[in-house]
T-cell receptor, first 114, second 115 residues
């Protein structure tokens, strides 16, 4: 158990809908990272937050947004969903935003868009 | 730009045999390198990391990796494979600066251990 929690574990929704994925980092971790894992794209970095502020953006679509709240939990919002958004979404956390600190991954949320 | 290349998307070894998973990086500066393992239906777990302190890095579950600058490689090895090692393994390099760090992952290598 990494200490990172993600809810829900599974999500099935229809095209055009909007969903929110939630992540709680390990106790004491200030950085939260979101990743998308799909068969065709592999593991892709989406976005990073550090202590409530956006720090880095990766291959995140404009239909996706995220935020980190004062209690440090984070939410990833996916809107106007398409079939291609079906994937595993991972959240990871780390102590700081230093490159030498490893990231701890949550169990993921499996999103299926039908 | 920093990136990693994992050679072989699937590797099969017999139980008790040497495990060798290959990772090459491209970087203009000494990188931070990581190996992660993903068991079925689970998130990624850190196996080991290289942060320039020592070229031979020992990780969990008997795995180790050697940083070779001349070959720009960071291959993962384990002397004797166990059935429980069957999983997908990802090499990653940390990219960025001034607080904007992010991982660049390789495409992964799925390890199969044969009885």
């Amino acid at each position: 158990d990494s200490g990172v929690t993600q809810t829900p574990k599974h999500l099935i929704t229809a095209t055009g809908q909007r969903v929110t994925l939630r992540c709680s980092p390990r106790s004491g971790d200030l950085s939260v990272y979101w990743y998308q894992q799909s068969l065709d794209q592999g593991l892709q970095f989406l976005i990073q937050y550090y202590n409530g502020e956006e720090r880095a953006k990766g291959n995140i679509l404009e239909r996706f947004s995220a935020q980190q709240f004062p209690d440090l939990h984070s939410e990833l919002n996916l809107s106007s969903l398409e079939l291609g958004d079906s994937a595993l979404y991972f959240c990871a956390s780390s102590v700081t935003d230093s490159s030498s600190y490893e990231q701890y991954f949550g169990p993921g949320t499996r999103l299926t868009v039908t | 730009a920093q990136s990693v290349t994992q050679l072989g998307s699937h590797v099969s070894v017999s139980e008790g045999a040497l495990v060798l998973l290959r990772c090459n990086y491209s970087s203009s500066v000494p990188p931070y390198l990581f190996w992660y393992v993903q068991y079925p239906n689970q998130g990624l777990q850190l196996l080991l990391k290289y942060t320039s302190a020592a070229t031979l890095v020992k990780g969990i579950n008997g795995f180790e990796a050697e940083f070779k600058k001349s070959e720009t490689s960071f291959h993962l090895t384990k002397p004797s494979a166990h059935m429980s090692d069957a999983a997908e393994y990802f090499c990653a390099v940390m990219r960025g600066g001034s607080g904007t760090y992010k991982y660049i992952f390789g495409t992964g290598t799925r390890l199969k251990v044969l009885a």
